[in-house]
Nanobody
Framework: QVQLVESGGGLVQPGGSLRLSCAVSISMHSINTMRWYRQGPGKERELVAAFTYGRGTQYAESVKGRFTMSRDDAKNIIYLQMSSLKPEDTAVYYC?????????????WGQGTQVTVSS
């Protein structure tokens, strides 16, 4: 079974930092797209960051300059480093991976991890 397991969420004060991790059970080399989404209370799901081979990483304007997406291929982990956090960043954060196998796209989602920014 393919799994994306997220961790690192929690409560943090405004201006603080937090790093989310997404452990992936499949080869990172078979994944062409890695993304982080979030969904705040009463809001639509929002794309936070997206990495695509050949295109690099793109960030939502609301997080640009504060969030950094990275990966560790040896450990099969996708990271989202969040800094200068704001109350507006409060949301459930989801890890996403698009695997390409024999021209077929397989999409996987993490279970989500809660991030709460509050004083």
């Amino acid at each position: 079974q393919v799994q994306l397991v997220e961790s690192g969420g929690g409560l943090v004060q405004p201006g603080g930092s937090l790093r989310l991790s997404c452990a992936v059970s499949i080869s990172m080399h078979s994944i062409n797209t890695m993304r982080w989404y979030r969904q705040g209370p009463g809001k639509e799901r929002e794309l936070v960051a997206a990495f695509t081979y050949g295109r690099g990483t793109q960030y939502a304007e609301s997080v640009k300059g504060r969030f950094t997406m990275s990966r560790d291929d040896a450990k099969n982990i996708i990271y989202l480093q969040m800094s200068s956090l704001k109350p507006e960043d409060t949301a459930v954060y989801y890890c996403y991976a698009d695997q390409l196998v024999q021209s077929r796209h397989n999409v996987y989602w993490g279970q989500g991890t809660q991030v709460t920014v509050s004083s």
